[in-house]
C-alpha cells in the first residue's frame, strides 16, 4: 500500500469503527449492564471491547435480540 489515499480511508474507518465500538460499550455499561469490577478496583473488561463483543453477537447471531439499536450510533442525526 502506498497510495496515501487509500491509507488515510484505511485510517479513517478504523478510527469510526473504534469508536463506534466505544460508544456501544459506553451505552451498555450505563445502561443495561455495568462492566464488572475487579478487587483492585479496575474494569474488568474496556470499553471497546465491551461494545465490540456486543456488535459482534448482533452481526453473527441472528437471532439475539439486542436491548439497544448499535446501528443508532453510527447515525449523524
Known amino acids: 500500500m502506498r497510495d496515501m489515499n487509500r491509507i488515510a480511508r484505511l485510517v479513517a474507518m478504523v478510527c469510526m469503527a473504534l469508536v463506534w465500538a466505544y460508544l456501544v460499550g459506553e451505552n451498555k455499561d450505563i445502561n443495561i449492564k ?22 459482534t453477537t448482533i452481526l453473527l447471531r441472528p437471532t439475539y435480540t439486542p436491548k439497544f439499536d448499535v446501528f443508532n450510533f453510527l447515525s449523524c442525526s
Do not use: F, N, T
Open 34 to 55: 455495568p462492566i464488572r469490577i475487579l478487587k483492585h478496583g479496575r474494569k474488568a473488561k474496556s470499553l471497546v471491547k465491551y461494545g465490540l463483543e456486543e456488535i
